[in-house]
C-alpha cells in the first residue's frame, strides 16, 4: 500500500492544477505590486543548504533587478504532505528542489514540466553533468537539474582504529577486510554491544548500499536498461551481497539496528567506528562533531567498483509560464553555475554535479573530499519508481531476517518479487 503522502500526492496534485487556474496566487499572476517578477522556491529544511540559498538569492535578486526569490522550507518528513496540502490553495512553488527518487512520482502528477530544451539542451546536459543525472530523464525529457551530487564512502574514526591497533592510513578495501575490521573494532559485554565495529542502518544509507553499491560489487545487476525488471535475483550476486551485508548484524556480531539511535548518532558519538555514510554527512560532522579524529575511504569493493549516488534536483513546476517561466529558467541556471556549484560544495558537502568542477585538483586531492570525488566515476544513481516503497522493501527484509528468524535467501527472494511487482504496477499504464 503506498505511503499516505504518494497518495496524497497523486489524487491532491492533479486538483491543484485545476484549482490553480482561478487562484489569485496562481503562475498566471506573474508580478506583484511593485511591478517585480516574483518566483517561490521550495525546499526541504537542511539548515547549511538553508543558510547559503539566503545567500544566494540575495546575489541573484541583486544580478537580475526586477526579479524576486520567496525560500519555503518544511521538514524533510512532512515535505510531500506540504506540497500536496498547499498546492490547492494556490500556495505552492514555482521553482522546486527534489529529492531525485521522488521524481517519477512528480512527473505522473503532473506536477512538473520538462525543462526548455532551448535553455537546458539535452546534448550540454550529458556533455558537462556525470551521468547518473539522467535518473530524472523520463519520456525523453530532462524534468529536473541538480546543483550537486553526493556519493557514499567509508567513514572511519582514526582514534579508534589505533586503539584497536588497526593503521588509520590503512583503511579496509575489501569486503573481507571491512569484515574483519569491523570485528576488531567491536566491543561487547557479553552479548551487549558497547562498540559497534560498523554501523548499520537500513533506512539510512544501507539501502542504497546493497542496491547500488553490494549488488553491483558483486558483478549483479538491480534493474534492467529499460528500467522495467528486476534483476536483482538473476545471479548469484544479488543473494551473495544480500548475505555479506546482513552478515554485520547476524554472523559477525559486530552491529545493531537502531544502535544509539542510528548509524549517524552513533558514530558522532564515537560508538560505532565505522558507517558507510554519504558526502552531505560532511556539513552535519564540521557543525555538530568538529573535534572528531575521522577520516574518509573509498567503498570497500569486490570483483567490481561501484558506488551510491543520489542528489537533490530543481524542477519548474506545471503551470509556470511567460516572465515567470523566464526567470525561473534564469533562477536554475544560476543554481547550476561552477561558481554556486564550488560554494555549494564547501557549505554542505554536496559535489559538483559538473564533471569539470568536481574533478579538479584541489578536490580530487583532497583529505576529506577526494574519496567521494574519486567514486564518481563510478557511482551508480539507483532509477526508483517508488523510493519510499523500495526503501521500505528493503527494510521489511531486513527486518524478516532479523526479528522473524526468515532464512535469508527467502527474505531476498522475496525482496526481489515485490519489487518487481511495484515496477509492474508502475510500468502498467505507461
Given amino acids: 500500500m503506498l505511503k499516505k503522502w504518494h497518495l496524497a500526492l497523486f489524487s491532491v496534485l492533479l486538483i491543484a492544477l485545476l484549482a490553480a487556474c482561478g487562484d489569485d496566487e496562481s503562475s498566471d499572476n506573474n508580478s506583484d505590486s511593485d511591478g517585480d517578477i516574483t518566483i517561490k522556491y521550495w525546499q526541504y529544511e537542511f539548515a547549511s543548504k538553508v543558510n547559503l540559498m539566503d545567500e544566494l538569492i540575495e546575489e541573484f535578486e541583486e544580478a537580475n533587478p526586477g526579479i524576486k526569490v520567496e525560500q519555503t522550507t518544511f521538514p524533510y518528513d512532512n515535505y510531500n504532505e506540504q506540497v500536496a496540502a498547499q498546492v490547492p490553495a494556490g500556495k505552492g512553488p514555482d521553482?522546486?528542489?527534489?529529492?531525485?527518487?521522488?521524481?517519477?512520482?512528480?512527473?505522473?502528477?503532473?506536477?512538473?514540466?520538462?525543462?526548455?530544451?532551448?535553455?537546458?539542451?539535452?546534448?550540454?546536459?550529458?556533455?558537462?553533468?556525470?551521468p547518473l543525472v539522467e535518473a530524472t530523464k523520463m519520456d525523453g525529457e530532462y524534468w529536473t537539474i541538480p546543483t550537486a551530487v553526493r556519493t557514499a564512502a567509508l567513514f572511519y574514526n582514526k582514534d579508534l582504529f589505533e586503539e584497536a591497533g588497526l593503521d588509520p592510513n590503512s583503511p579496509p578495501e575489501t569486503w573481507d577486510e571491512l569484515a574483519d575490521y569491523a570485528v576488531q573494532l567491536t566491543k561487547k559485554n557479553g552479548d551487549r554491544i558497547e562498540q559497534s565495529g560498523l554501523?548499520?542502518?537500513?533506512?539510512?544509507?544501507?539501502?542504497?548500499?546493497?542496491?547500488?553499491?553490494?549488488?553491483?560489487?558483486?558483478?549483479?545487476?538491480?534493474?534492467?536498461?529499460?528500467?522495467?525488471?528486476?534483476?536483482?535475483?538473476?545471479?548469484?550476486?544479488?543473494?551473495?551481497?544480500f548475505e555479506y551485508w546482513l552478515s554485520f548484524p547476524t554472523d559477525l556480531g559486530t552491529s545493531e539496528q537502531g544502535f544509539y539511535t542510528d548509524d549517524v548518532t552513533a558514530f558522532v558519538t564515537e560508538k560505532a567506528a565505522m558507517n558507510i555514510d554519504?558526502?552531505?554527512?560532511?556539513?552535519?560532522?564540521?557543525?555538530?562533531?568538529?573535534?572528531?579524529?575521522?577520516?574518509?575511504?573509498?567503498?570497500?569493493?569486490?570483483?567490481?567498483?561501484?558506488?551510491?549516488?543520489?542528489?537533490?534536483?530543481?524542477?519548474?513546476t506545471k503551470d509556470v509560464e511567460g516572465e515567470k517561466l523566464e526567470a525561473s529558467v534564469k533562477f536554475l541556471n544560476f543554481l547550476t553555475s561552477e561558481d554556486v556549484m564550488e560554494r555549494w560544495l564547501d557549505a554542505t558537502g554536496e559535489l559538483p554535479a559538473k564533471e569539470a568542477v568536481a574533478m579538479q585538483d584541489k578536490y580530487v586531492a583532497d583529505e576529506i573530499y577526494g574519496a567521494f570525488i574519486n567514486s564518481l566515476p563510478f557511482a551508480n544513481a539507483h532509477f526508483f519508481v517508488d523510493e519510499t516503497k523500495e526503501r521500505d522493501l528493503v527494510i521489511d527484509a531486513a527486518n524478516k531476517v532479523l526479528l522473524e528468524g526468515m532464512d535469508k535467501e527467502e527474505a531476498f527472494n522475496e525482496l526481489v518479487e515485490k519489487t518487481q511487482a511495484l515496477y509492474d504496477d508502475y510500468w502498467s499504464d505507461k
Fill in 95 to 130: 521553482v522546486i528542489n527534489l529529492f531525485y527518487g521522488w521524481v517519477p512520482s512528480y512527473v505522473d502528477a503532473g506536477y512538473l514540466q520538462p525543462l526548455p530544451q532551448e535553455d537546458f539542451p539535452h546534448d550540454q546536459i550529458e556533455d558537462e553533468f556525470f
Fill in 199 to 241: 554501523a548499520w542502518e537500513p533506512a539510512q544509507q544501507g539501502h542504497h548500499w546493497l542496491r547500488d553499491g553490494l549488488t553491483l560489487q558483486a558483478g549483479g545487476q538491480v534493474l534492467s536498461d529499460d528500467r522495467k525488471n528486476v534483476l536483482w535475483g538473476d545471479s548469484d550476486a544479488g543473494l551473495e551481497a
Fill in 278 to 316: 554519504g558526502s552531505f554527512r560532511i556539513g552535519t560532522l564540521q557543525n555538530d562533531a568538529p573535534d572528531l579524529n575521522y577520516a574518509v575511504a573509498p567503498m570497500p569493493g569486490k570483483d567490481q567498483k561501484s558506488t551510491n549516488a543520489s542528489f537533490w534536483t530543481n524542477g519548474i
